[in-house]
């Protein structure tokens, strides 16, 4: 089964405003990562944050992780265009014996001029 | 520029024929993961490999499926014989393993139809 669930599955905002996506997971984890995916294209990674961490900031970007909560929330303030993506979670269990990097159905940006 | 490079970019195949996708992964990196995209089942890990040897192959179907590293700077995925089921979009990542992080390098993907 799948490790992390993003939400909301799809989203569309104007250019501008800011995006948060969502994600949740089920077990413990050694560190969660986002990854944006263009149309057509490989995944590019964004940004880790540890299980010791609760906030990590890139750019635009930030991210927070709540681990009591099993949950981590992307935001991308003042959207482009250009973000139109879709952005995934990963996480790694942390019960495995090697890091097994397990990517949630992401979450479909659509950010409109 | 280090990148994962993955060949080929798009292949069409007949039903029952054999599919060999190949990975280059990034010089220096120790894991390779290999992934399925599906509209429907989203991002599948199919293969996970470190220092070439197979760690996790539980999300490939054996019968048909196989994935090797025969040497450090490339992986295969091979599907024989293929069916239509099969066709996604293949990704090889690679990785460097360090303490308690392991932040996955992604190709740009082989397309598979298999008709």
């Known amino acids: 089964s799948q490790q992390g669930e993003e939400d909301p599955q799809a989203l569309s905002i104007q250019e501008g405003e800011n995006a948060t996506m969502n994600c949740s997971y089920k077990t413990s984890i050694n560190n969660l990562q986002w990854y944006r995916q263009n149309s057509g294209r490989g995944l590019v990674h964004l940004i880790l944050i540890r299980s010791n961490e609760r906030e990590k900031h890139s750019g635009r970007l930030r991210v927070t992780l709540d681990t009591s909560k099993k949950s981590s929330s992307l935001l991308i303030t003042a959207s482009r265009a250009a973000d139109t993506a879709s952005y995934f979670c990963a996480t790694d269990a942390r019960e495995t014996s090697y890091d097994k990097v397990i990517f949630g159905p992401g979450t479909s940006l659509s950010v409109i001029p | 520029d280090a990148r994962v490079t993955q060949t080929p970019r798009h292949k069409v195949t007949e039903m029952g024929q054999e599919v060999t996708m190949r990975c280059q992964p990034i010089l220096g990196h120790n894991t390779v993961f290999w992934y399925r995209q599906t509209m429907m089942q989203g991002l599948e890990l199919l293969a996970y490999?470190?220092?070439?040897?197979?760690?996790?192959d539980s999300g490939m179907p054996k019968d048909r499926f196989s994935a090797e590293m025969p040497d450090a700077t490339l992986a295969t995925l091979k599907i024989q014989p293929s069916e239509p089921r099969d066709s996604a979009v293949y990704f090889c990542?690679?990785?460097?393993?360090?303490?308690?992080?392991?932040?996955?390098?992604f190709g740009q993907g082989t397309r598979l139809t298999v008709v």
């Open positions: 990542a690679s990785g460097l393993v360090r303490t308690g992080r392991t932040e996955a390098f």
């Open positions: 490999f470190r220092n070439r040897a197979p760690l996790d």
